[in-house]
């Protein structure tokens, strides 16, 4: 995935930091009016927390890098992860419900819907999970500007 250029607003801690970027992708371009985007009625800036290990102050302007294994790594844990569950528990619930005698459908139903529920709750458990969060983070990687006027600094 390409670098992106963006400015520290406020550092979290020693390690993480809260970056303003330019919105990329499907609504990079259709910036048609001030108040941002018309289809997704977004603002044109989006604020991410980046791990932060060149210690960039607020008001720096930065290069950050996610790499695109990283990228589809974490899209496939918040996207896959719950389609899954639905489906394994669509499966269990009917040849549970053929065990025990139920009717069909009730138990496909139930089964999808525990099933969906237990993907994303891996989902959550997976975002928490410390040393993955790391490895999916955005990282700042080079102080292009130190402290371009952030007021206060």
């Not at 977004?42 to 290069?63: C, Q």
């Not at 065990?99 to 496909?108: D, E, L, Q, S, V």
């Not at 790391?134 to 600094?153: A, D, F, K, W």
Request: glycine fraction near 16%.
């Amino acid at each position: 995935m390409a670098d992106h250029i963006g400015i520290v607003i406020r550092k979290e801690s020693r390690r993480y930091a809260q970056v303003a970027t330019d919105r990329k992708g499907a609504c990079g371009g259709c910036q048609s009016t001030p108040h941002g985007c018309r289809s997704c009625l977004s603002s044109a800036k989006m604020e991410s927390r980046v791990a932060n290990p060149v210690g960039a102050e607020p008001g720096d302007l930065v290069k950050i890098h996610l790499s695109s294994g990283n990228l589809y790594l974490g899209a496939a844990i918040l996207y896959l992860f719950p389609v899954i569950g639905l489906l394994l528990g669509a499966f269990t619930g009917a040849w549970m419900s053929a065990i025990y005698g139920m009717a069909g459908m009730i138990g496909t139903i139930g089964g999808a819907a525990a099933g969906l529920g237990l993907g994303f709750a891996a989902v959550i458990v997976l975002d928490r999970t410390a040393g993955l969060r790391r490895q999916i983070m955005p990282t700042i990687t080079t102080i292009l500007t130190p402290n371009v006027g952030m007021p206060g600094n």
